[in-house]
């Protein structure tokens, strides 16, 4: 079953007014969900487009906005198995489209055209590709063709622990794979570097997520790094900011290895640091001297 709605106008207007007019800032469709993986986290050696949730119950609407289209897991339009299962498209102003999925099939007269602010969309459930019950949500920016990161517009989740640096790797001109932990001295050039950073919110039992930015410095001047809040869709490719846009495909190769960008390191003794925030202001650092020949 496929209900498809006309596009129109949306029932809220600018962002800007969503996000900063009293009562009206968006809100997570779970607040108490737990969430699976985030925005830019790795998913083989692809990134997630949206955040992942545990949970059981109603999905809220994160505002107000108006229904597009909904898709149904059983419906016979397509024989080809969809990894969002049942998943209903919102728009919620200024280009800005929620896409609700992963959700419980309900009938079609279950579905209103106008979304209300804390509407239910649908129940928690486990359609698509998916073995916990629970939702996907996320947000498409139909004008600029690009995902943006849920954190860049609703207020981040409770988060008190810092980002976690659990390696770093330099690969030379030669595709040489080096841990800069024993390296005693590096030949002088161009290194691509590499970094496996995750986070935890509150627990370090918790599901590892990404980091909202991973930054690298030389000599305490950041040259470059990696931010997760818009994935851009080009030529058939999806891009990610990295100093410029960088195909998604080359930053995710070295999965678990986030690649941020590339230095050039010259002769003498080089203090090289990654940085590595999360969205609500959390950091953790990891130095590295390094003998430069």
Request: net charge negative; with cysteine; hydrophobic share 40%.
């Amino acid at each position: 079953m496929n209900l498809r709605i006309k596009p129109g106008r949306a029932v809220l207007p600018l962002i800007f007014f969503l996000l900063w007019a009293p009562g009206f800032g968006m809100e997570w469709p779970s607040p108490n969900a737990a969430p699976l993986s985030n925005f830019g986290w790795i998913n083989g050696k692809q990134p997630v487009l949206g955040v992942s949730f545990a949970s059981q119950g109603p999905i809220h609407a994160a505002a107000a906005g108006e229904l597009l289209f909904v898709h149904s897991q059983t419906s016979t339009a397509s024989r080809m198995p969809s990894p969002l299962g049942s998943w209903a498209a919102v728009d919620h102003g200024d280009w800005l489209i929620g896409v609700y999925s992963r959700f419980e099939d309900k009938e079609e007269s279950g579905y209103a055209t106008i979304v209300e602010k804390d509407g239910i969309i649908a129940s928690s459930g486990r359609s698509g590709w998916t073995e916990e019950e629970g939702f996907y949500f996320s947000f498409f920016d139909r004008k600029d063709r690009r995902w943006v990161n849920p954190s860049m517009f609703i207020a981040p989740m409770p988060d008190t622990r810092a980002p976690v640096i659990q390696g770093v790797q330099l690969k030379n001109n030669d595709g040489r794979i080096i841990n800069p932990v024993p390296a005693r001295s590096l030949g002088q050039g161009r290194y691509v570097v590499s970094v496996q950073a995750s986070d935890t919110r509150l627990d370090p039992g918790e599901k590892p997520l990404a980091p909202h930015r991973i930054a690298c410095s030389v000599n305490g001047v950041e040259i470059g790094g990696l931010s997760f809040e818009t994935f851009t869709a080009r030529d058939g490719s999806l891009m990610v900011s990295r100093d410029g846009l960088v195909t998604a495909e080359r930053i995710y190769a070295a999965a678990p290895f986030f690649e941020i960008g590339e230095v050039w390191l010259n002769r003498g003794q080089v203090n090289l640091e990654i940085t590595a925030y999360d969205i609500s202001g959390n950091v953790r650092s990891a130095g590295y001297r390094l003998q430069i020949e």
